[in-house]
């Protein structure tokens, strides 16, 4: 496995179990996301619909062709997560740190894809 098979599968994991993790946690309807989204005025069309779209950005990252599909669409969702924390309910969600951090790093990690996929083309 070359480093440049690395610099993108890495990413991709990352970002993927990320996005599928915290669809799950909506979609699964965990009391946790039901209050957040309450508070937010978003239950429950809200957060059905962004815990498929995050499914939906996971599943795309997988498969090679479709990745930047899911690198555009997991960026544009982590976009408005860390809108959302910084605005909203704050960083740290109940003193919790690390819904925020998985948000930054899923960014991250598709904003990263993006840019390696627009080198590849380029």
């Not at 990252?61 to 704050?90: C, D, E, F």
Request: net charge positive; proline share 3%; charged share 5%.
């Amino acid at each position: 496995m070359s480093i440049k098979s690395i610099l993108v599968w890495v990413p991709v994991i990352l970002a993927s179990i990320i996005l599928i993790y915290n669809a799950c946690i909506k979609l699964s309807s965990n009391p946790g996301a039901i209050q957040l989204f309450t508070g937010l005025g978003l239950e429950p069309y809200g957060r059905f619909a962004i815990g498929i779209l995050e499914l939906t950005a996971g599943i795309l990252l997988i498969y090679p062709a479709t990745l930047k599909y899911g690198a555009i669409l997991g960026t544009v969702l982590m976009s408005g997560v860390i809108a959302v924390h910084i605005t909203k309910i704050g960083i740290a969600l109940n003193g919790d740190y690390s819904f925020f951090i998985m948000g930054v790093i899923a960014f991250l990690c598709c904003t990263g894809l993006i840019w390696m996929t627009l080198q590849k083309t380029a």
